[in-house]
């Protein structure tokens, strides 16, 4: 416990430091606008943060918010890594898949939320917008992930002769992951922020989103600020959650990428 303090001291103390400055901000909005409808007080949004947890609407909500954010993520990265290694084989599937990637990347996700909204439902919206903001972001990741593997390595295993198979397994596959594992927690983490702002624009019933619009409605905005507090810290946790997977897969890509072991 102590080794991982000393070596992440840095990172707490920052942290640490952010969350102070953000409460003070909140403290000093709070007496300067002096109005609670507009800014709730911290002791009435931490009442209602902790009420949330005795809730059956909020667990319900949370579960449903949780796995529209699963789903929106797993279809942009399956859907990027193939795009993705499709590009790296075919010059001509690149060229021809780049326009589409630049038009994703320039929609406004509150007219496709509206549109969205028209064509499906309240519950599939959100994941659909998520899957097509996460998509561009995603391939592009892969795609410099791929780019990022140096020409000299790529001519060694040519000249050495090592099989096609044992390339991608062995040094690609173990590179490009490191590149973008590192980055999953992160992403993740926007997945779930995009999922959310769709519910709350959608009014989706059974979700976060659901819940804050509901507050919204009537006026409850410490409970309004104590979701929102909630969905932040579910992004944060499962930022935090996912960089244990990427440690796991940094060994993997450590012993994977070993030219003796090809």
Known sequence: MREFIKKRKLNIICSVAAVCIAFLVWIIAYY???NDYIVPSFPDTAKQFFCLFAEGAFWTGFSYTLLRSLTAFLISFVLAAVFAALSA???????????LISFLR?????????????????AV??????????????YAEFTAAEEGIDVELRQMLSVYGVSAKKRLFKVYLPLISKDVFSRIGADFSLCIKITVSGEVLAVTFRSLGGLMQ???YFAEMPRLAALTVAAVLFGLFADI??????????????GGVSIVRL
């Open 32 to 34: 300067a606008v002096a």
């Open 89 to 99: 084989v075919s010059r001509a599937f690149a060229l021809t898949v780049r326009p």
């Open 106 to 122: 320039t929609l406004p996700t509150l007219a496709v939320t509206l549109m969205l909204l028209i064509w499906t439902s309240a």
């Open 125 to 138: 919206a959100p994941v659909a917008v998520a899957a097509l903001v996460m998509f561009p972001m995603l």
């Open 214 to 216: 509901e507050a919204k």
């Open 241 to 254: 959650a996912l960089s244990q997977l990427a440690r796991i897969n940094n060994k993997w890509a450590k």
